[in-house]
C-alpha cells in the first residue's frame, strides 16, 4: 500500500517542516568550524529548533497525545495510550562535523508498542516510514529487509561506544567476534538511519548497546514491518527499557545474536 494514512501524513509533514530548518543550519556548521567556540552551541540550538516544529506539528494535529522528547523530555497527554517519541536530530556528532548522515526519527507508541514510525535522512532526501500491518516504505516505494542468509556475506552496522559511555570491554568482544564472520562492519552515527538501512536491505543487521528509545522507537517498527526482526542482543524484547537492540533479517538474526552473546559470555 504506497497510499499514506493520515496519521503518517501527520508525521511526515512534522519532518519535513523540521528539516528545512536543519538542512540551512547544517549549511551553517562549515562556516562556524572556524570559529574559536565552535559550532557545539549552535548545533544545539538547531536541535532545539526542530524539536520545538515537530512538537508543534504534532500537537495541532493530535492534541491529545503525550511527548517524549530528547530535550524536552516527558510530556503527558490526556490520551495515556499514545505517546509521540521524538529524536530531532540523530547523529548529533555527524552534523557537527559537518558530516551529512543524520536524521528526524519520530516514533507514534500505541499501548507502549512502537505503532508507526517515520525517519527522514534530509540531506539524501530519503523519507522511511510505517505504520503497523501496512510495510514499510521509502519514498512511496515499499521496501524489505535484505535477503543474503549467510553472516559471511552480510555488512553489519553497529554503533561504537564512544567517551562517557559504559560497556567498551564487551563491546570489544562483540566486535571481534563480528568481524571474524562477516564481510564488512560498519559505524555510520546515527541509529534510526541504521535501522532503516536494515529496512531497505542495504545493511543485513546492526548491533548496538546504550540508546535511548527516541533511538530507536521509529526505526523498530519500520524494520519489523519491512520483515526483519528485532531483539536486545540478550534475545529479549525490552529494547526500549534496556537500550540494547539487534535487527536483522530472520534468517540472520538468531545467528548474529548468538555470535554476540557467545563473544560476551566469554569474557
Ligand atoms: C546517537 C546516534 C548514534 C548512536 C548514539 C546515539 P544523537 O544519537 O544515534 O548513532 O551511536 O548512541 O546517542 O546523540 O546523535 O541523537
Ligand atoms: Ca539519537
Ligand atoms: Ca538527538
Given at each position: 500500500?504506497?497510499?499514506?494514512?493520515?496519521?503518517?501524513n501527520v508525521?511526515i509533514n512534522a519532518?519535513r517542516?523540521?528539516?528545512?530548518?536543519?538542512?540551512?543550519?547544517?549549511?551553517?556548521?562549515?562556516?562556524?568550524?572556524?570559529?574559536?567556540?565552535?559550532?557545539?552551541?549552535?548545533?544545539?540550538?538547531?536541535?532545539?529548533?526542530?524539536?520545538?516544529?515537530?512538537?508543534?506539528?504534532?500537537?495541532?494535529?493530535?492534541?491529545?497525545?503525550?511527548?517524549?522528547?530528547?530535550?524536552?523530555?516527558?510530556?503527558?497527554?490526556?490520551?495515556?495510550?499514545?505517546?509521540?517519541?521524538?529524536?530531532?536530530?540523530?547523529?548529533?556528532?555527524?552534523?557537527?562535523?559537518?558530516?551529512?548522515?543524520?536524521?528526524?526519527?519520530?516514533?507514534?507508541?500505541?499501548?507502549?508498542?512502537?505503532?508507526?514510525?517515520?525517519?527522514?535522512?534530509?540531506?539524501?532526501?530519503?523519507?522511511?516510514?510505517?505504520?503497523?500491518?501496512?510495510?514499510?516504505?521509502?519514498?512511496?516505494?515499499?521496501?524489505?529487509?535484505?535477503?543474503?542468509?549467510?553472516?559471511?556475506?552480510?555488512?553489519?552496522?553497529?554503533?561504537?561506544?564512544?567517551?562517557?559511555?559504559?560497556?567498551?570491554?564487551?563491546?570489544?568482544?562483540?566486535?571481534?567476534?563480528?568481524?571474524?564472520?562477516?564481510?564488512?562492519?560498519?559505524?555510520?552515527?546515527?541509529?534510526?538511519?541504521?535501522?532503516?538501512?536494515?529496512?531497505?536491505?542495504?545493511?543485513?543487521?546492526?548491533?548496538?548497546?546504550?540508546?535511548?528509545?527516541?533511538?530507536?522507537?521509529?526505526?523498530?517498527?519500520?524494520?519489523?514491518?519491512?520483515?526483519?526482526?528485532?531483539?536486545?542482543?540478550?534475545?529479549?524484547?525490552?529494547?526500549?527499557?534496556?537500550?540494547?537492540?539487534?535487527?536483522?533479517?530472520?534468517?540472520?538474526?538468531?545467528?548474529?545474536?548468538?555470535?554476540?552473546?557467545?563473544?560476551?559470555?566469554?569474557?
Amino acid at each position: 500500500m504506497g497510499l499514506r494514512s493520515p496519521l503518517i501524513n501527520v508525521m511526515i509533514n512534522a519532518a519535513r517542516k523540521a528539516a528545512r530548518g536543519l538542512v540551512r543550519d547544517f549549511g551553517e556548521v562549515e562556516a562556524l568550524q572556524v570559529s574559536i567556540k565552535g559550532p557545539a552551541d549552535f548545533v544545539s540550538a538547531a536541535d532545539r529548533k526542530a524539536e520545538e516544529i515537530i512538537r508543534e506539528e504534532l500537537a495541532a494535529a493530535r492534541p491529545k497525545y503525550g511527548f517524549l522528547l530528547e530535550e524536552a523530555g516527558a510530556i503527558d497527554g490526556e490520551d495515556t495510550s499514545n505517546t509521540w517519541v521524538v529524536d530531532p536530530l540523530d547523529g548529533t556528532t555527524n552534523f557537527l562535523h559537518g558530516i551529512p548522515q543524520f536524521s528526524i526519527s519520530i516514533a507514534l507508541m500505541r499501548d507502549s508498542k512502537s505503532f508507526a514510525g517515520v525517519i527522514y535522512d534530509p540531506i539524501a532526501d530519503e523519507m522511511f516510514w510505517a505504520e503497523n500491518g501496512d510495510g514499510a516504505f521509502m519514498n512511496g516505494r515499499r521496501i524489505r529487509v535484505g535477503a543474503r542468509r549467510n553472516l559471511e556475506d552480510a555488512v553489519v552496522v553497529t554503533g561504537i561506544p564512544h567517551r562517557g559511555r559504559a560497556g567498551k570491554p564487551g563491546y570489544l568482544e562483540q566486535l571481534a567476534a563480528m568481524m571474524e564472520i562477516t564481510s564488512g562492519i560498519r559505524r555510520f552515527g546515527s541509529a534510526a538511519l541504521d535501522l532503516a538501512w536494515v529496512a531497505a536491505g542495504r545493511f543485513d543487521g546492526y548491533w548496538e548497546g546504550g540508546l535511548r528509545p527516541w533511538d530507536m522507537a521509529a526505526g523498530i517498527i519500520i524494520v519489523q514491518e519491512a520483515g526483519g526482526i528485532v531483539t536486545e542482543v540478550s534475545g529479549g524484547t525490552k529494547m526500549l527499557e534496556s537500550g540494547s537492540i539487534l535487527a536483522a533479517n530472520p534468517d540472520m538474526q538468531e545467528n548474529m545474536g548468538e555470535v554476540l552473546r557467545r563473544a560476551k559470555a566469554a569474557k
